[in-house]
């Protein structure tokens, strides 16, 4: 059950419903996951610093079980999230920023228990 968290200075409106579940899909493609497991949270129009610049620019945090655990892993995932933010959003490599947390599947509550019980 990957969760998905946008944070950026974008506007909101460019985050239309399109645009959300094409992240959504192509992160469940890359993660490896069922697209219906993967959760999506865009915070948008954030005041954000990156790397000294006011610039436009994203921040990705990827929390999921099994598959974000090792730097191969991520290596991975990071080529392919940031060639389709690039492509989508139309920012350059070094406005973009991934932070990936490896879960546990007792970490995720849902239907009135956790994932390991499910």
């Not at 968290?5 to 239309?16: R, S």
């Not at 079980?65 to 490599?93: D, M, P, R, Y």
Request: proline share 5%; aromatic share 6%.
């Amino acid at each position: 059950m990957p969760f998905i968290d946008v944070e950026t200075n974008l506007p909101a409106g460019q985050f239309t419903d399109e645009v959300v579940k094409k992240l959504c899909s192509t992160a469940a493609s890359i993660l490896g996951k069922p697209e219906d497991r993967v959760n999506v949270t865009v915070k948008a129009g954030l005041p954000m610093l990156m790397s000294g610049s006011m610039a436009p620019c994203i921040q990705l945090v990827i929390s999921s079980i099994g598959v974000v655990g090792t730097a191969e892993q991520n290596k991975e995932h990071s080529a392919k999230l940031f060639q389709f933010l690039a492509k989508e959003l139309g920012l350059s490599e070094d406005r973009i920023l991934l932070r990936f947390y490896p879960l546990e599947a007792w970490q995720i509550g849902k239907k009135g228990t956790v994932m390991t019980f499910l």
